[in-house]
């Protein structure tokens, strides 16, 4: 197996637009931590405390943590343990977005979605696909897993390689901080390894993706994080800012077992 690797051309980082960003993060994350101080704790969604459907009109620790989740995967609400109209139109548009049924109601498999990050695929027996290299990568590099990041890598991947083959050069990033030295044509021994230089690439490796990495910490919506990843000092023209790169489902695609 050869797992190939390109060295990604990468200009010197934008600071200040990665501390604008992160600037935005701290205000909105101070703004809602002074909000959930007052709110019930939050309690597990699918723990036995909380009821089978939770819906508008509901105050409690189950929709502390709605509210927590939901702004883990895009939303900006505020924390308050009140399903008021603001939950209300968040929980439908993250049901819109993931698939579920839009009725604003969260049962059980809007639970299960929110807390597992279950509208891609749950994580296999062992590892074996494209959304488990994606699950990997995130573990790696210290973001959440959840269901906005998760599709975000499997998008990436398939802007590189068709999903059929993915493992041929497992992205994203084009395998950059490639072991083949200066021109990148190396090959990883497996994608384990392929996953942590993707992560330490992306942390710290040649050039700053600040941006990109922010994103990932607060789960933003895909439009969001591609639009950080094709408007990088690398990425840009590859992707032709924007237009070539790939929105949609993935289909899931088992590596072969050797290439772990």
């Known amino acids: 197996m050869k797992l190939r690797s390109r060295m990604p051309r990468i200009g010197l980082a ?3 637009s990665a501390a604008a960003i992160a600037g935005v993060a701290f205000t909105a994350g101070t703004a809602n931590a002074a909000t959930a101080a007052s709110a019930p704790a939050p309690i597990k969604l699918t723990s036995s405390q909380c009821p089978a459907d939770i819906s ?3 105050k409690s620790g189950c929709v502390t943590e709605l509210q927590e989740l939901l702004n883990k995967n895009g939303a900006r609400i505020a924390v308050d343990g ?3 109209p603001a939950t209300l139109t968040a929980v439908k548009n993250y049901q819109s977005a993931h698939g579920l049924s839009v ?7 809007t639970k299960a979605s929110l807390e597992g990050g279950s509208t891609p695929p749950p994580p296999s027996n062992g590892r074996s696909t494209n959304y488990d290299f994606a699950r990997l990568v995130l573990a790696d590099g210290g973001w959440p897993q959840s269901s906005n990041n998760i599709t975000t890598m499997v998008q990436w991947m398939a802007s590189e390689e068709p999903p059929s083959n993915w493992f041929d050069r497992d992205n994203p ?3 950059g901080l490639g072991s083949g030295g200066g021109a990148g044509l190396g090959a990883y021994p497996n994608l384990v390894v392929a ?8 942390n710290g490796g040649p050039g700053d993706y600040g941006h990109i990495t922010a994103d990932l910490r607060a789960s933003d919506t895909p439009l969001v994080t591609e639009k950080a ?3 990088s000092p690398w990425a840009g023209s590859h992707y032709g800012w924007g237009k070539d790169f790939y929105r949609g489902h993935v289909a899931t695609v088992a590596a072969p077992a050797r290439d772990w």
């Not at 996953?195 to 992306?202: F, P």
């Open 195 to 202: 996953a942590h230089y993707v992560a330490a690439n992306l």
């Open 82 to 84: 009140d399903f008021g």
């Open 103 to 109: 009725d604003g109601i969260v049962g059980p498999a």
């Open 173 to 175: 990033l084009n395998n």
């Open 229 to 231: 990843i094709w408007t």
């Open 14 to 16: 934008v600071a200040a």
């Open 56 to 58: 508008d009109g509901q």
